[in-house]
């Protein structure tokens, strides 16, 4: 490929953000050195770092980077001991994280997850359910479900159910779920071109013995299957999903689901590998010119209990910008490259204290910035 620049808003974020987010810039930069490619990298507040340095959780300075971006490189947001300071829609992960989805239209989560044969030790299965390893790939409606329809409101109403008692008020919280078809359709179709890729089979997730959306969910993902004939296609209930990716994870290719359900499901693959310190996680929009819009993060949450201390693992992020390249540049080679480097370093035995193991001879237990170091070298 040519000389190709990207653009790159890097959103450090709260607790250990900042650290990860250096080793993954860190790497950028090595690659930047190694290939035939520009990385125009600004660096922008998020989350209760924003707050405290400009008053809210998304800045307008901020979106206007994002906005000239090509991609979005997020560390992590939240800190739920500072939760009480502001009300629950200015709060980062509202505020910050949702409305970045929002504003760029950003419809499809990508959460790959796999097992390292040198870490095999550190999923909580026994070996014969890992069989050759977990290679399975998440793909999350990511725009409606749950988490986005409304209304959403905590109110008080008359109870007059309770026994023995005259009616009185109670407290009720609600939440909507609701989906289109059109929603289901555009991501069954991503669903179904990732699998093609793959090993050619969809297990779709829902709740359709109970759920209006999982009714919709279920006719659309069928109709859509029609049209990948050679991807084959299975409905499964989220609880018998949830039983399954324990018993038999190796069964799975590609896992689709609606927001909240195919998070959930999503974490649990990912326990299952040992660390969520080891996998991103890809938010992704509209494709033009061989060009996706995403926004790039690790799979796990801001860790204040060991932020500062050099002990966060920065594989998630690197594997995020590796997807970052991959998805958003049309450069499969270069992140192949960000990859195979993490691989190597793993095999040497480098490890953070997440994914050490006493037992391992070959062991080498180093830091957040040790790692992003070794990683660097290994490009």
Same mark, same amino acid.
């Given at each position: 490929?040519?000389?190709? !620049? &990207?653009?790159?808003? #890097? &959103?450090?974020?709260?607790?250990?953000?900042?650290? @990860?987010?250096?080793?993954?810039?860190?790497?950028?930069?090595?690659?930047?050195?190694?290939?035939?490619?520009?990385?125009?990298?600004?660096? +922008?507040?998020?989350?209760?770092?924003?707050?405290?340095?400009?008053?809210?959780?998304?800045?307008?300075?901020?979106?206007?980077?994002?906005?000239?971006?090509?991609?979005?490189?997020?560390?992590?947001?939240?800190?739920?001991?500072?939760?009480?300071?502001?009300?629950?829609?200015?709060?980062?992960?509202?505020?910050?994280?949702?409305?970045?989805?929002?504003?760029?239209?950003? $419809?499809?989560? =990508?959460?790959? @997850?796999?097992?390292?044969?040198?870490?095999?030790?550190?999923?909580?299965?026994?070996?014969?359910?890992?069989?050759?390893?977990?290679? &399975?790939?998440?793909?999350?409606?990511?725009?409606?479900?749950?988490?986005?329809?409304?209304?959403?409101?905590?109110?008080?109403?008359?109870?007059?159910?309770?026994?023995?008692?005259?009616?009185?008020?109670?407290?009720?919280?609600?939440? !909507?779920?609701?989906?289109?078809?059109?929603?289901?359709?555009?991501?069954?179709?991503? #669903?179904?071109?990732?699998?093609?890729?793959?090993?050619?089979?969809?297990?779709?997730?829902?709740?359709?013995?109970?759920?209006?959306?999982?009714?919709?969910?279920?006719?659309?993902?069928?109709?859509?299957?029609?049209?990948?004939?050679?991807?084959?296609?299975?409905?499964?209930?989220?609880?018998?999903? #949830?039983?399954?990716?324990?018993?038999?994870?190796?069964? $799975?290719?590609?896992?689709?689901?609606?927001?909240? $359900?195919?998070?959930?499901?999503?974490?649990?693959?990912?326990?299952l590998v040992g660390s969520l310190g080891m996998?991103?996680?890809? !938010?992704?929009?509209? !494709?033009?010119?061989?060009?996706? =819009?995403?926004?790039?993060?690790?799979?796990?949450?801001?860790?204040?209990?060991?932020?500062?201390?050099?002990?966060?693992?920065?594989?998630?992020? @690197?594997? #995020?910008a590796a997807l970052m390249l991959r998805f958003?540049?049309?450069?499969?080679?270069?992140?192949?490259?960000?990859?195979?480097?993490?691989?190597?370093?793993?095999?040497?035995?480098?490890?953070?204290?997440?994914?050490?193991?006493?037992?391992?001879?070959?062991?080498?237990?180093?830091?957040?910035?040790?790692?992003?170091?070794?990683? +660097?070298?290994?490009?």
């Amino acid at each position: 490929m040519g000389k190709t !620049t &990207l653009k790159i808003a #890097a &959103l450090a974020g709260d607790g250990i953000g900042p650290e @990860i987010m250096r080793e993954a810039i860190k790497v950028l930069r090595a690659v930047e050195k190694k290939h035939a490619l520009k990385l125009d990298i600004t660096e +922008a507040s998020v989350g209760w770092d924003a707050v405290d340095k400009e008053g809210k959780a998304l800045p307008d300075s901020t979106l206007a980077v994002c906005k000239k971006s090509d991609a979005i490189l997020l560390g992590a947001v939240g800190l739920h001991y500072r939760d009480a300071e502001l009300p629950k829609e200015k709060r980062p992960e509202r505020a910050a994280y949702l409305r970045l989805r929002r504003e760029f239209g950003l $419809f499809a989560n =990508f959460r790959p @997850i796999r097992t390292h044969p040198a870490l095999a030790f550190a999923s909580p299965l026994r070996s014969e359910r890992l069989g050759e390893g977990i290679d &399975l790939l998440v793909v999350r409606e990511s725009t409606g479900g749950l988490y986005h329809a409304y209304p959403k409101k905590t109110e008080e109403v008359l109870d007059a159910r309770r026994q023995g008692a005259k009616p009185g008020k109670v407290v009720r919280a609600i939440d !909507t779920m609701a989906i289109t078809g059109s929603d289901v359709e555009r991501i069954a179709h991503m #669903a179904f071109r990732a699998a093609w890729l793959r090993r050619k089979k969809v297990t779709s997730i829902d709740k359709a013995n109970i759920l209006e959306t999982s009714i919709l969910w279920r006719d659309v993902v069928t109709d859509v299957s029609r049209q990948y004939p050679d991807v084959v296609l299975e409905h499964m209930l989220v609880d018998t999903a #949830a039983m399954q990716l324990v018993l038999r994870p190796t069964q $799975f290719d590609v896992i689709l689901g609606e927001n909240t $359900f195919a998070e959930i499901l999503g974490d649990e693959a990912a326990a299952l590998v040992g660390s969520l310190g080891m996998l991103p996680s890809a !938010t992704l929009g509209a !494709t033009q010119q061989g060009r996706t =819009f995403g926004l790039y993060e690790p799979a796990g949450g801001t860790a204040p209990d060991i932020a500062g201390k050099n002990l966060a693992n920065p594989i998630a992020l @690197i594997r #995020a910008a590796a997807l970052m390249l991959r998805f958003g540049l049309g450069a499969p080679e270069i992140a192949k490259a960000i990859e195979s480097a993490i691989d190597k370093v793993i095999t040497e035995g480098y490890r953070t204290k997440d994914i050490a193991s006493a037992h391992d001879v070959k062991e080498r237990q180093v830091g957040t910035s040790e790692m992003g170091d070794a990683i +660097a070298a290994a490009i």
